[in-house]
């Protein structure tokens, strides 16, 4: 079974950037589709950006919309999240997960994404 493990979180003050990195182990995830979410204490888990499994197709939220960049590289099976610009509000953990398909919805939801990663913990200073 496919294992997801994020990394790159960090302590950053505002105006600041991460690259955060979701590493897939045991078989190459290539073939599907593969979600960022994120997730701050008595909140829901929200959708951040996604992109199909050839890496053809991205989506992102409108509150990361032009400061956030995802990328794959299936060679590696690795999918980035480039954060740039960050806010306070950006203050969460960061979970990845695969999709069900190769293609991306116009609007990806948690219930369009399986094989959750156990998270990386983005800090945001003002």
């Known amino acids: 079974q496919v294992q997801l493990v994020e990394s790159g979180g960090g302590l950053v003050q505002a105006g600041g950037s991460l690259r955060l990195s979701c590493a897939a182990s045991g078989r190459t995830f290539s073939m599907y589709a593969v979600g960022w979410f994120r997730q701050a204490p008595g909140k829901e888990r929200e959708f951040v950006a996604g992109?199909?499994?050839?890496?053809?197709?991205?989506r992102y939220a409108d509150s990361v919309k032009g400061r956030f960049t995802i990328s794959r590289d299936n060679a590696k099976n690795t999918v980035y999240l480039q954060m740039n610009s960050l806010k306070p509000e950006d203050t969460a953990g960061y979970y990845c997960?695969?999709?069900?398909?190769?293609?991306?919805?116009?609007?990806?939801?948690?219930?369009?994404?399986?094989?959750w990663g156990q998270g990386t913990q983005v800090t945001v200073s003002s």
């Open positions: 997960a695969y999709g069900y398909r190769s293609t991306l919805s116009s609007t990806p939801t948690v219930t369009d994404f399986r094989s």
């Open positions: 992109i199909s499994g050839s890496g053809g197709s991205t």
